[in-house]
């Protein structure tokens, strides 16, 4: 089967940067999504790595290593804004994708 | 641009009712389409996904059912409730080979 593990709840400062780590078991994949999910709201989609390394969108960037079945969202210039449950999912087949448990990220002043 | 409604957004139902949970999408043909539900803090659970009109494919057995009618227009339904449907229940598009998913506002349901 596929699984996901993630830390439940991290906290950082405004202002620093955090890394939200995820690791997977699978027997095949195509690509790890990240997706954001604000208290109350549905979860919007953030990045993908189909390849290994990194990819980056503007204060988040996004890191697959396919060898040590692992990756993160490494998300600078924290703000208050970015308080929310991020998710890593893997792309898996047949436009399938499963979703780990989720991170809560709460930010301090 | 596209788009996707769900609703109702908040349903409440006694235990043994039934359930039917609507989802459309706009804007684009042929979206692969999903249920999940989510519940209080928790990650998200993919109940049934859909290629196209009438194909269903179950994910969790349970005493839920999908039903795709047409090519925009997923349906979530249940015969009979039980406490433990209680969740947030969230649609989904995506399409060509389904890496990206676009997310509905979500319907919370609470079975009393």
């Known amino acids: 089967g596929q699984s996901l593990e993630q830390p439940s709840e991290v906290t950082a400062v405004e202002g620093a940067i955090v890394q939200i780590n995820c690791t997977y078991q699978t027997s095949g994949f195509y690509g790890l999504s990240w997706y954001q999910q604000h208290d109350g709201g549905a979860p919007t989609f953030l990045s993908y790595?189909?390849?290994?390394g990194l990819e980056e969108t503007g204060r988040f960037s996004s890191f697959l290593s396919r060898s040590d079945s692992y990756g993160y969202l490494l998300l600078q210039e924290l703000q208050m804004k970015d308080s929310a449950s991020y998710f890593c999912?893997?792309?898996?087949?047949?436009?399938?994708?499963?979703f780990g448990s989720g991170t809560r990220l709460s930010i301090r002043p | 641009s596209q788009t996707i409604h769900q609703w109702p957004a908040t349903l409440v139902q006694p235990v043994g009712s039934p359930l039917s949970l609507e989802c459309t999408v706009e804007g684009t043909s042929n979206p692969n389409l999903y249920w999940y539900r989510q519940a209080a803090g928790r990650g998200l659970q993919l109940l049934f996904y859909?290629?196209?009109?009438?194909?269903i494919s179950s994910e969790v057995p349970q005493n839920l059912s999908a039903s795709r009618p047409q090519d925009r227009q997923f349906i979530l339904s249940s015969k009979k409730l039980l406490l433990s449907d209680s969740g947030f229940y969230l649609c989904?598009?995506?399409?060509?080979?389904?890496?990206?998913?676009?997310f509905g506002p979500g319907t919370r349901l609470l079975v009393l």
């Open positions: 999912a893997l792309y898996s087949s047949a436009s399938k994708i499963i």
């Open positions: 859909s290629v196209g009109i009438g194909q």
């Open positions: 790595n189909a390849l290994d």
């Open positions: 989904a598009w995506s399409i060509g080979q389904g890496e990206t998913q676009y």
